[in-house]
């Protein structure tokens, strides 16, 4: 049902929607509990009196919902609890920056061999090409050039 056609409903029928006919009511009912009527409540309550006549087996309603619940509570979770827990989730994390920090301090133990050489031909008098190639051997009489 539509705003306009709810809107020439309630000119015809009336405002009050409990006095409609019953396919009328119906719609009625279901597009104000959808979000148009201003009052959610009142919605709301007539739904609960409307759904209340309505006959039905609560026996076997019970019997599927509990069904239901104990077909969930069989089935194993996907993860364990205890990775779920506040604790163990803190314990995952705690190992995932332990290892992302070893990672790191490898990377930069690699990167740091090369400049570590390049700083040792630097200070022994060494020249160091700028494109990062091998080091040029200084002539014995240029030692004391620094």
């Known amino acids: 049902m539509t705003r306009d056609e709810f809107e020439k ?15 009328f009511r119906r719609e009625a009912l279901e597009f104000m509990a959808l979000g148009g009527d201003a009052d959610p409540d009142g919605a709301l309550d007539r739904l609960v009196r409307e759904a209340a006549f309505v006959d039905g087996d ?9 069904a239901r619940i104990d077909a969930a509570a069989a089935r194993p979770p996907l993860l364990p609890r205890f990775l779920v827990a506040p604790a163990g989730f803190a314990a995952c994390a705690v190992v995932v920056l332990v290892a992302a920090s070893v990672a790191g301090y490898q990377v930069a133990r690699l990167q740091d061999e090369a400049q570590d050489s ?27 050039a620094l």
């Open 58 to 66: 609560d026996q076997a309603l019970a019997r599927k919902v509990m």
């Open 118 to 144: 390049e700083l040792l031909a630097l200070a022994s008098g060494a020249r160091v090409p700028d494109d990062g190639g091998p080091a040029i051997a200084t002539d014995p009489g240029e030692e004391g």
């Open 9 to 23: 409903n309630r000119r015809r029928f009336g405002d009050d929607i409990d006095a409609w006919p019953l396919p």
